[in-house]
């Protein structure tokens, strides 16, 4: 992910060149999306603070990082963009901290559990969550027990209201 991409303004990378897929050549930390075209996804304003506060933190260890947002900071090589396997690294130490066992692709089936519950349209969903389908989404929604309940309270609360 590059700089630029983090804050929804997503411009063309240099010579137009598109988001790197399967079977294309890889950027120099071996990361590649799945996507056919690149896209941008909006983000709040904490997440934009949090980003230029890591920037900050950023340049006090590294001077120049590079366009890339995950860098090594305090891991070799130093300055350079973190490889997937260094991302999920740190991931997997930092839950362990927190006291819970998560893998970095929960934050993704959490993002789209919570844009689902906030009433977003199927449709931005699958648009935000880069998917060629609405249905592919499904798999990333869960529903809990107080999702259950409210269900069938819905249900009887309509069923008393037409009794009246």
Do not use: W
């Amino acid at each position: 992910m590059n700089r630029r991409d983090v804050a929804g303004q997503a411009a063309p990378r240099a010579g137009g060149e598109a988001t790197p897929r399967l079977g294309a050549a890889r950027p120099a930390n071996g990361a590649f999306a799945k996507a056919r075209q690149p896209r941008a996804i909006p983000v709040d304003e904490v997440t934009i603070e949090l980003y230029a506060h890591y920037q900050f933190e950023r340049a006090e260890i590294v001077e120049d990082a590079g366009d890339m947002v995950f860098v090594n900071l305090f891991h070799a090589p130093v300055g350079k963009a973190m490889s997937y396997g260094t991302a999920y690294e740190l991931f997997c130490r930092l839950a362990k901290q927190a006291g819970f066992r998560a893998r970095p692709h929960v934050l993704r089936h959490s993002a789209i559990t919570r844009l689902r519950r906030a009433g977003v349209d199927r449709r931005v969903v699958q648009e935000i969550a880069g998917h060629v389908s609405v249905t592919s989404q499904d798999p990333y929604s869960h529903v809990t027990d107080s999702d259950k309940r409210e269900a069938v309270e819905m249900v009887a609360a309509k069923r008393r209201q037409s009794r009246s």
